[in-house]
């Protein structure tokens, strides 16, 4: 990273979510552009969460300072407002300020049951799932936004997935999957307006097909050999890095014209074609529109002009 690019010396995100997949993605670019970032979660050292998997908090941290910033590893729950409290404590009482919120936390996978109907999922899996995703990032928000809101510019990203053009019509996975997803993206629309009329800017984010780690477990590969897989799953060839979605984070943090995506819903792909930026390998997928024109339809895989 040139010094010209490191357009994020002096700002101090916060990514709440960031052990693993798109949060440690986000968290490590921020870094590359020489942000200070706090990152949180539940595995740690220490101990796992209820995901039981070694990714901790700390190695992200690591990573975030490997990559050219200062990464800070911070054990917290998100569902105990007293922790998300403390947090944003130790933030302002360090820095002094917050310029980026990432609302990342999830913890849903192993929760929601594929094709499931309503009455037929289980019910506490569902609703555990459902405060996961939601709560969370309501709880996050009201305890961080006050000291994001102490200095003009300040940037929320809320993380989900899909796109609110493709959510609306689509039934996505599960009815509680389906509406955690949705009432995220209803959330940044809803903080734009908050925020929008006090110098900050909220928009919704989501990646395409993640090779996250527990993505790459699933399939039985590694990022060294991932289309090892394409032979069992054809349309897993649109598929990015975590790091791609954390450049988008990195692009519209550094964009002096952020406001213009003021309660709106983005994607990697999409803004990988505004700000240029690409996956590792040097290409650019755009795994929503490839999927409304290719895997929704059926077609044969084949991403050719798509990344």
Not at 149 to 161: K, Q, S, Y
Request: glycine residues 12%; contains cysteine.
């Amino acid at each position: 990273m040139s010094e010209s690019e490191r357009n994020l010396e002096g700002k101090v995100a916060l990514v709440a979510g960031a052990t693993r997949g798109a949060g440690r993605g986000i968290a490590v670019q921020l870094g590359a552009c020489g942000a200070t970032v706090y990152v949180s979660g539940r595995s740690s050292a220490a101990g796992r969460s209820e995901y039981d998997r070694p990714e901790t908090v700390e190695e992200t941290a690591e990573l975030v300072t490997a990559a050219g910033g200062r990464g800070i590893a911070v054990v917290a729950d998100h569902l105990v407002p007293a922790q998300v409290e403390a947090l944003v404590a130790r933030i302002d009482g360090e820095q002094g300020r917050l310029d980026v919120l990432v609302n990342d936390i999830w913890g849903g996978e192993r929760l929601f049951e594929w094709d499931s109907t309503v009455w037929e999922h289980d019910l506490d899996n569902g609703l555990r799932l459902l405060r996961l995703a939601v709560d969370t990032h309501a709880i996050t928000s009201h305890y961080a936004l006050p000291l994001l809101l102490r200095a003009p510019g300040g940037l929320v990203v809320e993380m989900t997935d899909g796109t609110v053009d493709y959510n609306t019509d689509r039934y996505r996975v599960s009815f509680f999957y389906d509406i955690a997803k949705s009432a995220v993206l209803r959330m940044a629309f809803a903080l734009g307006h908050e925020l929008g009329t006090r110098g900050a800017t909220a928009v919704a984010l989501t990646p395409g097909w993640l090779r996250s780690e527990m993505m790459l477990e699933a399939f039985g590969v590694t990022e060294a050999n991932w289309r090892d897989a394409l032979e069992r799953v054809p349309h897993f060839a649109i598929s990015e890095t975590p790091s791609y979605v954390g450049r988008a984070v990195a692009a519209l943090a550094a964009d002096p014209r952020v406001s213009r995506w003021n309660g709106r819903s983005l994607s990697s792909g999409g803004l990988a074609g505004v700000y240029g930026f690409t996956d590792l390998d040097g290409s650019r997928p755009d795994a929503w529109r490839y999927m409304v024109e290719v895997q929704d339809p059926g077609l044969p895989a084949d991403a050719t002009g798509y990344r």
